[in-house]
């Protein structure tokens, strides 16, 4: 079989084609053919050695995110029969409940090698099934992006209808929280660099879009459209250089899931006691988030939104797309 990996992870010209022999299931586990893969932001840290405290692990195959078909199944697999159609969890051992130290090491294509490969092995707890009306290349973009939008959402609190979310950006997370908040029955602000952009998600459900480029005081108006209150959720993808913003543009009370470390800066942590802003951190989500999200994928047939789709031979350009950052939604690679 055919794979990627990183030999040194000194950018994405390091991205290396290998063959090895398949994988043979052993107990528990279930041998899945790869059909198609997505790309997060944090693909292009691990590619740069930039993901993590001990950086990237030399020859790491890399990306979390992808659909496949069961092939083979060891002894003892009683949770996914041949044909049923996958996608592994981001955080393998993170059943539900709060995150374990453990399974924060057990992130595919960050602690341990990921699946950017023809066939791979996943233990049997760590997968869920793709809702039926998805292809394998829309279920491929679920694990990372979509489950923590959702956990965003609805993790702690869980977003009520008539709240007002703002998203920050039209990346691959901020794109699922639009539509999962939609779908609940809120109010979506969106945030982008590009008025075409923001067309695109007010199509998808928007209510109002704000060109951050041409409004650099964007939390201001935000705060104007809600009527000086604020958004009850603020999906954070931007990091340090957005946060400050972020808090004001919250209402009192409102929470802010830290999600992203898109930009850099400083924080006054002042505003965040005066304002009562309840901050979450938030790192995915476990496999009874991805399942409950699954449901309501397939109850409001929601779509997530690809941007382009490479072939696996093209895996350097589907990254260097995504480094673009001209997508709205997600970067796919389909196998060949
Ligand atoms: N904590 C977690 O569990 C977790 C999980 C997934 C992702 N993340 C993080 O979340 C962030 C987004 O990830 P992703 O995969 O969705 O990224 P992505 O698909 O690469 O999207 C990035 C988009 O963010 C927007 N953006 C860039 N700078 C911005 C700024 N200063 N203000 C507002 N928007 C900005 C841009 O869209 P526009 O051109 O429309 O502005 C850009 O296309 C990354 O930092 C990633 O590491 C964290």
Redesign the pocket.
Known sequence: MQFYHLPKAEGIDDLTLAEAPEPEPQRGQVKLRMRAWS????D??VATGRYGVGGTKPGLIPLSDGAGEVVAVGPDVRRARPGDRICPT?MQGWLGGEVIAEARQRALGGGIDGVLADYVLVDQEDLVHIPDHLSFEEAATLP??AV?AW?ALFGARALRPGETVLV????????FALQFAHAAGARVI?????DA??AR?RALGAADGIN?RDTPDWQEAVRALTGGRGADYVVE???A??LPRSIAAARIGGQVA??????GGQIDPAPIMRRNIVLR?????SREMFAAMNRAITHHRIRPQIDKVFAFAQAREAYRH?QA???????VIRAA
């Open positions: 790309l997060n932001y944090r292009l840290m981001f990372c992006a923590t956990n920050l950006g039209s990346g691959g997370v901020s794109v969106a945030t982008s660099s590009s952009k923001l998600l951050y993808v931007g990091g250089g957005t830290l999600i992203g470390v898109l930009t951190g938030i790192f995915v989500g995504l950052a001209g997508h709205v939604g997600k970067v």
